[in-house]
């Protein structure tokens, strides 16, 4: 059963900096892409970064771009979201997912983590 | 970026009524579309990709059809587990995009 266990959400101000991590187990993480998907309160979905298998191939939300960065590290099986100059509006539950396949690499989302909430206030 | 909305935004029903959500995009996104089911308190399931493919554990009474901008999710006959909120999600071209949302609540 695929587990992705994100850690690092909490209350943070204005303009600071907060790392999520996402610990993924019971697959072999360094073979699919990954993605951060976030939610704010009582709002929807909103898609925030995807980073290829072997972390060379990014994208970012243009909401988040330049403020916002994610990586990976395969041989610990952990995804991250280094957040910048953090504003009230990134205040969401941030979800990491996975792909649904291997390949073809298909941005379905069909493992979700339960989330880490991050709250920007002062 | 593809914008998706969705239709209602939220209804009211009773278990065995036949529920239809819509999904309409900003340009054509071929078959390049995802339907999730999201209940309180628990993370978002995908429930259908590609339009009509249904995920594996996915009751049948679900069901997804259209192509290129026109999208529907059908409910055949609506379960008490079946009230929580339902998102479309485009996968044709990045940046992803997801609907607003569909909350479906007990009448």
């Known amino acids: 059963q695929v587990q992705l266990v994100e850690s690092g959400g909490g209350v943070v101000q204005p303009g600071r900096s907060l790392r999520l991590s996402c610990a993924a187990s019971?697959?072999?993480?360094?073979?699919?892409?990954m993605h951060w998907v976030r939610q704010a309160p009582g709002k929807g979905l909103e898609w925030v970064a995807v980073?290829?298998?072997?972390?060379?191939?990014?994208h970012h939300a243009d909401s988040v771009k330049g403020r916002f960065t994610i990586s990976r590290d395969n041989s610990k099986n952990t995804l991250f979201l280094q957040m910048n100059s953090l504003r009230s509006d990134d205040t969401a539950v941030y979800f990491c997912?996975?792909?649904?396949?291997?390949?073809?690499?298909?941005?379905?989302?069909?493992?979700w983590g339960q989330g880490t909430l991050v709250t920007v206030s002062s | 970026a593809i914008q998706l909305t969705q239709s209602p935004s939220s209804l009211s029903t009773s278990v065995g009524d036949r529920v239809t959500i819509a999904c309409r995009a900003s340009?054509?996104?071929?078959?390049?579309l995802a339907w999730y089911q999201e209940r309180p308190g628990e993370a978002p399931k995908l429930l259908i990709y590609?339009?009509?493919s249904l995920e594996s554990g996915v009751p049948s009474r679900f069901s997804g059809s259209g192509s290129g901008t026109d999208f529907t999710l059908t409910i055949s006959s609506l379960q008490p587990e079946d009230f929580a909120t339902y998102y479309c999600?485009?996968?044709?071209?990045?940046?992803?995009?997801f609907g607003g949302g569909t909350k479906v609540e007990i009448k």
């Open positions: 980073i290829s298998s072997d972390g060379i191939t990014k």
């Open positions: 590609d339009v009509s």
């Open positions: 019971k697959f072999t993480f360094s073979s699919y892409s």
């Open positions: 997912a996975r792909d649904r396949t291997l390949i073809p690499v298909v941005p379905i989302f069909q493992h």
């Open positions: 340009q054509d996104i071929s078959s390049a």
């Open positions: 999600q485009q996968f044709d071209s990045y940046p992803l995009t």
